[in-house]
């Protein structure tokens, strides 16, 4: 069992940075992959980042290059460092944990936490 919690959102500028975090209860925690999701109000929860448990990140199209997902085993944490940020990423992100390797949908991952809210103004 992982319990996940979020933090760092808010209300940033266009063309600004913000670095949301997860903090993962368990002891088990290097052996999740973890991946951050997000929702926007009226669409589908879709992937943003994931960092599994091979080595390998991997990131959607959308924020290639401008977000960076990093994990800290020994502080069970998990990051999503966001720049150059748009009014399109205006979403709520969500922490997810799973046992599986190169899952990127949302029925991949197990556990999630209960987001974060992150509004970019234009």
């Known amino acids: 069992q992982v319990q996940l919690v979020e933090s760092g959102g808010g209300l940033v500028q266009a063309g600004g940075s913000l670095r949301l975090s997860c903090a993962a209860s368990?002891?088990?925690?290097?052996?999740?992959?973890m991946a951050w999701f997000r929702q926007a109000p009226g669409k589908e929860r879709e992937f943003v980042a994931a960092?599994?448990?091979?080595?390998?990140?991997y990131y959607a199209d959308s924020v290639k290059d401008r977000f960076t997902i990093s994990r800290d085993n020994a502080k069970t944490m998990v990051y999503l460092q966001m720049s150059s940020l748009k009014p399109e990423d205006t979403a709520d992100y969500y922490c997810a944990a799973s046992l599986l390797t190169g899952a990127i949908f949302t029925s991949g991952y197990n556990y999630w936490g209960q987001g974060t809210q992150v509004t970019v103004s234009s």
């Open positions: 368990g002891r088990t925690f290097s052996r999740y992959s």
């Open positions: 960092s599994w448990t091979d080595g390998r990140t």
